[in-house]
Nanobody
Framework: QVQLVESGGGLVQPGGSLRLSCAVSGSMFMIGAMGWYRQVPGKQRELVATISRDGWTNVADSVKGRFTISRDNAKNTMYLQMNSLKPEDTAVYYC???????????WGQGTQVTVSS
């Protein structure tokens, strides 16, 4: 059974930085592509960035140049480095992972990021 646990959220001033982590319990060997999503109340969950098992990345235009996604398969962890944060980045951020050979999709419980002065 795979479980995802996010950490690293919090309150930060505009222009500041945060690094989110997503720890994977269970076998990272069974995990394929991973990603970060975010959601604000009343809106649909939106894609922030994805990363393949081999490290190929895709980043949403709204965060391109400011956010960097990475993963360390040996440490069973994925990261999201967020720089130059804006108030509109305020959301609950969710970690997502797909099975390497299958259709199962896993979600973390989410971590709140608030950008405010």
């Amino acid at each position: 059974q795979v479980q995802l646990v996010e950490s690293g959220g919090g309150l930060v001033q505009p222009g500041g930085s945060l690094r989110l982590s997503c720890a994977v319990s269970g076998s990272m060997f069974m995990i394929g592509a991973m990603g970060w999503y975010r959601q604000v109340p009343g809106k649909q969950r939106e894609l922030v960035a994805t990363i393949s098992r081999d490290g190929w990345t895709n980043v949403a235009d709204s965060v391109k140049g400011r956010f960097t996604i990475s993963r360390d398969n040996a440490k069973n962890t994925m990261y999201l480095q967020m720089n130059s944060l804006k108030p509109e980045d305020t959301a609950v951020y969710y970690c997502n992972a797909g099975q390497r050979w299958g259709q199962e999709n896993y979600w973390g419980q989410g971590t709140q990021v608030t950008v405010s002065s």
